[in-house]
């Protein structure tokens, strides 16, 4: 391991020797502890290891059967901040990697938790291209698997000039992704709903112009 610090935390940023991906497993286990006691909430959490050789965890993890193919799979992960993500910005609704996109019906069930959090508390979405995810490896073995980042500065503790540094995230971006998901888990069923709302809006567009749109086309010998 590095010679670097273990935890530190200044002005609401947490500096760490290795947050990739601890930061991911903290926020999964603060969304459990949360929803542990409650009879209405499904939630179940999976730590896999081996995940930098290629998700052997994860892919050990499918291939056991362990984890039913109806379930929602949510992916939580620090990843490398990229232009256009903030630190300090709120968790990434990630909706891909650098390999594939995921899930739309399973980003639905974020989309709607995200609907539910106050102002206060803004949640960013991006496609996260600096990597590949455990949610791709999900998603090509037939899950509905979607992804929530953790803006991440120093990624594998490389910083300004190439020197050693610790790697760093944002306090209140941890809590807003144990929020997020926790609300997720909770309203599980908003998901669908939010999907089949925003359906019919789309729709009222051809109402209201397909006949306008008929009326003009051109007509053909």
Known sequence: MWDLEDFRTIGGIIHARQLDDLAGAAVSLATLARTVKSRS???????????EIGFVGTLGAISSGLIPKDAWVINVEA???LPGVEIGGGPII???DRQRTFDA???????AARDRLPKKKPVQRALMSG???EATAFSLHGYRATGVAIPLGNY?????RNRLEPEFVAVKDLATAVDLIEIAARHARAGPVRAERLRRRVERNLRRYGPRLQASRPTIP
């Open 41 to 51: 909430t499904n939630l179940n959490v999976l730590l896999t290891r081996a995940e």
């Open 79 to 81: 990843s490398k901040a």
């Open 94 to 96: 990630r909706v891909g």
């Open 105 to 111: 019906s399973a980003e639905d069930l974020l989309l």
């Open 131 to 133: 990597g590949t995810c």
């Open 156 to 160: 594998h503790n490389m910083g300004p």
